[in-house]
């Protein structure tokens, strides 16, 4: 099966390119090994890029995705768990100073949560996945009469804020919290207008970082 030709297309300019001006970067990366200092924990969905959104370089973003940049609560089951695995890692081997939250508009796997979409395949596992956000669909109470797109933002939003509730389950995070040593932070990017906002920690409320600057 050839592999996809706009992935060799891409990799060529890559090479070409960024790659050239960066060489040496991945070469000490190489050596020195990575030391990013901001986790991120977003959503698989292509058309939010942390790396993009955040213009960052090799070396700087360790970054663990998944659909609708869930962070379950913590849980020593003995079971295999994904984003707990690079919580470990980024916490305890590189010591980051920095987790993010991203979220986004227009979030497939929200939209699929909030509509009660039927499972795509019989193991459901975004169904599965998706119940992980029943405490943020009671965060942002009943919809009433807000508009559909109104109540899916501020679910999206709402989720956010779980995950980071989730992270605070974790015993690290905590110590790490109390400590000073960590900061946790809740961001929405919104896809057509391409805008950052921040979550604000006191009020909830998420601010554009326009106005921030
Ligand atoms: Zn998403």
Redesign the pocket.
């Known amino acids: 099966m050839p592999f996809p030709q706009r992935l060799l297309e891409g990799y060529r300019d890559f090479s070409h390119g960024r790659l050239r001006l960066e060489q040496d970067r991945y070469r000490e990366l190489a050596e020195a090994g990575q030391a990013p200092e901001v986790m991120v924990i977003g959503?698989?969905?292509s058309r939010?890029s942390p790396e993009v959104i955040f213009d960052a370089r090799p070396g700087e973003l360790f970054v663990v995705r998944n659909?609708?940049?869930i962070v379950p609560p913590y849980a020593p089951d003995g079971h295999a768990h994904g984003v707990s695995a690079a919580l470990e890692f980024g916490l305890a081997a590189l010591k980051v100073k920095h987790i993010v939250v991203l979220?986004?508009a227009h979030?497939?796997?929200?939209k699929a949560f909030a509509e009660k979409a039927e499972p795509l395949s019989p193991g459901d596992f975004i169904g599965n996945w998706m119940r992980l956000m029943t405490p943020a669909a009671q965060k942002a109470g009943p919809r009433q009469a807000m508009p559909w797109a109104d109540y899916l933002a501020r679910l999206e939003q709402a989720n956010i804020a779980n995950s980071l509730d989730n992270l605070k389950t974790f015993p690290n995070v905590e110590q790490l919290l109390a400590r000073g040593e960590l900061r946790i932070h809740g961001a929405y990017f919104g896809v057509a207008t391409g805008e950052l906002s921040i979550r604000d920690a006191a009020t909830g409320e998420f601010v554009p970082v326009t106005s921030h600057t």
């Open positions: 959503c698989s969905d939010v659909v609708a940049n979220g986004h979030c497939g796997g929200v």
